[in-house]
């Protein structure tokens, strides 16, 4: 059982933003956290060359990139054939929160979407819930990302269970009270779309 | 028949690292996280003022007519303002900054390209930036309220959420 403690030393963030004060005070909030092991890149191409180098634990990244939006990268770190860099937890932060935008990054692989600005709770409760929820990740024709569907009802009428099928703890995933209603109603139980 | 899909159980290296022993509550996290922005809370005012006089300075007075590329350019640099104001707590700063954004977004949905209204929007920002000289709480509401006729002048009001309290537009 997880407590409620966290340990964040050793734990390795890419920031992925251009705004430089959007950067020195998300990086302000991690260091309060303990994170202190941050690297920077302020365009797509920059945080792609950082993950074919390093080995990142987390990744935080801005929607609106000046060469890309975050729902480019995130579709190119989930079809990215070394692991490590695959299945990182990603998080997006948006400041304009249009739904379009907000669904766009959920489908393209993203773990969390947060709400700019961010709030050292509301960020905390989203790394804890991308670290401690047991989400296994789904690879379809048209979605590579963490399973979205966090209520297992089980094959209908329960028969037809296959190997592939989740596992009923997939269940028993909880979420975080969080304080961003309209993104995260987007993030709540989906069905993926099955080919 | 073949499933056109794979499940992965990948082992959560986040959750390994953070489930370590040692590190600190919740609360003491978000204390110290809260206390870490403070520290930056002067260079940040200075950092809100400095960007307003960027948007200013992208619509020079004489300028009646903004490109699609201009008001694009409003929006990036309106979403650093809402990051820093919405921080620390300019909650009147973060409202005008709201309106405008809903305002850009709207002249460009509609193909409305004057300046004007753009240009009262960050009159009124300055009127609410760190190191203004305050205003009451009608004075600011008049102010706010001018700028929702103008929104709605110009039929920019940002759509109405299918559910209620479930759509944020800025």
Known sequence: ?195 | MTAKWKLVHVRNRLGDLLNREGGISREEAVTRAEAMVEDIRESSECELRNQIAGLEALLPRTTANVTEDLMAEVLRQADCILTLSGTFGFAALDIVTKSLCDLVEGMLRQGIFAADPIRVHLRAMRLFAPGAPSLSSEEAESVTSELGRILTHLGCRPAQPAEPGKAAAC
């Open chain 1, 1 to 195: 059982m997880a407590s409620d403690r966290m340990n964040f030393a050793g734990v390795n963030c890419l920031i992925v933003d251009n705004d430089t004060f959007a950067v020195r005070l998300l990086a302000q909030i991690l260091r309060g956290f303990g994170l202190n092991t941050q690297s920077v890149a302020e365009t797509g191409e920059e945080a792609k060359s950082l993950l074919e180098r390093g080995s990142f634990d987390l990744i935080i990244c801005e929607a609106l990139l000046p060469d890309m939006s975050a729902a480019e990268l995130l579709r190119w770190i989930r079809k990215h054939s070394n692991s490590t860099v695959k299945f990182a937890p990603v998080i997006v932060l948006t400041g304009y929160t249009q739904t379009s935008k907000v669904t766009s990054i959920r489908d393209a692989g993203a773990h969390n979407v947060v709400k700019k600005p961010v709030a050292p709770v509301v960020l905390l409760d989203h790394i804890g819930w991308a670290a401690r929820t047991p989400r296994p990740f789904v690879e379809t024709a048209n979605y590579a990302g963490p399973d979205r569907r966090f209520k297992y009802a089980g094959p209908p009428d329960g028969i037809g269970r296959r190997d592939t099928d989740l596992p009923p703890e997939v269940g028993q995933a909880t979420e975080p009270n969080m304080s961003q209603d309209e993104i995260d109603a987007l993030l709540k139980p989906n069905k993926v779309t099955v080919l």
